[in-house]
């Protein structure tokens, strides 16, 4: 292929397809023959004004006959950050910017009997927090609270202030904040809105520098009519410098109750408590109730520095009005799984919002080796099921769930963008059972051009005779004549995973022609605890190994008796993060076993001793580097040693052996791996006239996933390998 028109049109194509962000289940109305109601959120990139719209599609189902009707239209959400249905689903809490530009001046809108009921503007309380780490809109039982987490605005003057008590010339006093995407908030706090009156209340009593997010409701009052909120807090033993949280989920955090009596008064001090161990080892998050409110569940982890990892599910036993106990540990971290099809341990960000199928069984998602797979907890044993997938080998995702009525659950996979279920409790385990509620429609051309992909998950056993597999998830065209260009794709982190999702991007460079190889190297998640730390220490040597182990793997693959599958002589390597840092890595090696036509770099590590001074997670440096490190530290290096150390470990130490052509894909933005990283090493291979480029994308972080900027990358990156 090598018309742009191609390019572009394929990518448009592929683009059309909406892409499911959320889901919720709504219970029916009485005497209604639909008892389940669904609401699906889906975001779509407008390539013509460089825009990313999101809508609402709902649709009735009956989960004894199926779906009865969608609604004919989609909602748009113009504006719309936060989406948040009542328990009883008779109203809709949503936040909403005047304009996208105006975060500061955020509304919260309630929604019922088919009007707006009120709105109620948050600007005199800060900047509301709409992210899956502060944020929440959660109502509580009674549904006429709502308990949300703002940034507080700062007061900070000049000197020449007209106002003589504020002249205290700190306007532009420092203020540390927590890094990627999170750089307006520093210090998030709790507010409680009462939907009756309109009135938004700060609920004091928290230490002030603890951070606030993810409050949940206690689901019954104390016996002296107070209401708890349990909440993840940040900062309590912080070390002098904040650190990252973005992707960052074993941070130093703790769970704290705070009691309220509502309706919550101005002024009124609170009591605030620490319920689980608060200090530099110990992490929690993702409080969940259980239905009467008499466990506390919630994901743990304890002495882990690495940034990701297998983690617990913890529960508390919980009684009104009394001390909570000491938690318990419930799902245990897996070190190895006994088999290549055993339990892998628990590895999610957080829990769904409603999890639970009765008050002993929690319903999630977690990574499965290379997919992501759904299972049940049954908290009296510890006892773990997997519920299949309804599409083989496809990746599965828990919803949201309504007791007693259903679980909506999404499934994709690599050529197939999620469709939606709706499953009743005793149909979790019966495939034939689940209703489809939503596929995408099979008249959009970005559909007809999925059908010409196939993938498959290929096992391959490290040169290095290491018990621990690695895997890759190939995506290429489903026919094609001769043996295909190869791609070799390294996730970032390291510490993550590539599932068996659907991911648009992929997608497009397989529908270009090209075999696309997302390599799960040791060090990945889901594959047990034991793997994942095998790689901190040994960065630069058993994750570039790993990846070429795939690579020289897939070149043995043969398509027929006499024809390889893929072509040895046109394996290129694409990377973001840590990912970049891998395929930098690769083309820097003297001695490698294979050859790389091309090279594209999304945001790559290129440079550790410089990047450790300027990024917003300096400890990962040190971790993955295998420097000592403990949470409480503010990695702050000015050891000689530690510094030629991470040198070394960098793409950058082996510059004079690279003469692979090279794509750099930069946010300027990226509050994670600075700029600068990319951009010193483009003018290093500039300056030795290896063929390079670089594209600088404004306003764009670490995921460059503007809507302007994620279309241009990937299309660049098709011209790139096609040129080279």
Sequence with gaps: MSDLGQYTSLYQSLAGVPGLDSGWCVPGAPGSLADVNVMLKFSQTDLRSNRKRSYLATTAV???????????????????????????????ALVRLPDETKKEESFV?????????????????????????????????????????????????????????????????FSQDWGETFTSLACPKPFVLDVDTER????????????????????????????????VGWGNDLPLRKLGLRYCYNRPSSLYRVSLQLPLEEKKVCRCQPITPVGPRYSARSPRFN??????VFIFTEGIVTHNACAEICMIDW?????????????????????????????????????????????????????????????????????????????????????????????????SPASVYVVSKSGLLVQDQWTLVYTPNDSLAGMATLKNIAWEVHTVVPRDGSDDVLEAIVIAPAKAEGPLPLILVPHGGPHSAYGTSYIMSSAFLASCGYAVAHINY????GFGQGPLLTLPGHIGTQDINDTEDVGLALLAKKADKNTPRFDEDRVTLCGGSHGGYIVGCMIGRPHAALRYKACVMRNPVTDIAGMVT??????????????????????VVTDTSVLSRLYQVSPIASLAKIATPTLFL????????????????FHALQEKGVPTRLLMYPKNNHALMGAEAEPDAWINVALWLEKY
């Design 614 to 635: 300027s990024t917003d997670i300096p400890d990962w440096c040190l971790v993955e580097a295998g420097v000592p490190y403990a949470n409480d530290q503010a990695a």
């Design 200 to 231: 938004i209340t700060p609920v004091l009593g928290l230490p002030a520098h603890l951070a606030a997010g993810q409050l949940v409701w206690a689901p019954k009052a104390n016996n002296d009519g107070e209401r708890d909120i349990v909440f």
């Design 319 to 415: 009684v009104h009005g009394q001390e909570p106990s000491k938690h318990k540990c419930v799902v245990p971290i897996v070190d190895r799984p006994s088999s290549r099809e055993a339990f892998c341990g628990i590895y999610t960000h957080a829990l769904p919002q409603r999890a639970f199928l009765d008050d002993d069984t929690i319903l999630l998602h977690t990574q499965w080796r290379s997919t992501v797979a759904v299972v049940s907890v049954r908290l009296s044993s510890g006892e773990v099921t997997r519920v299949p997938s309804i599409k083989s080998g496809g990746s599965v995702m828990v919803l949201d769930t309504i007791p007693n009525v259903g679980t909506l659950l999404s499934c994709s996979m690599p050529n």
């Design 522 to 525: 040791r060090g990945s998640t």
């Design 109 to 173: 809108e309630v929604w019922a009997d088919g009007r707006l009921v009120i709105s109620v503007s948050l600007k005199p309380h800060g900047t509301v927090c709409t992210d899956d780490t502060f944020g929440c809109l959660e109502w509580d039982p009674s549904e006429k609270y709502i308990a949300l987490v703002a940034e507080p605005p700062k007061e900070m003057t000049h000197f020449f202030d007209l106002d003589s008590k504020k002249q205290r010339g700190d306007k532009f006093q």
């Design 291 to 296: 239905l009467s409110g008499s466990g506390l």
């Design 666 to 681: 930069i946010g300027d933005s990226d509050r994670r791996v600075p700029p600068s990283q990319g951009v010193s090493m």
């Design 62 to 92: 009956s989960t004894q006959h199926g779906k009865i009707a969608a609604g004919p239209f989609p909602i748009d959400l113009v504006n719309v950050t936060y989406i948040s249905p009542s328990p009883s689903g008779k109203q809709l």
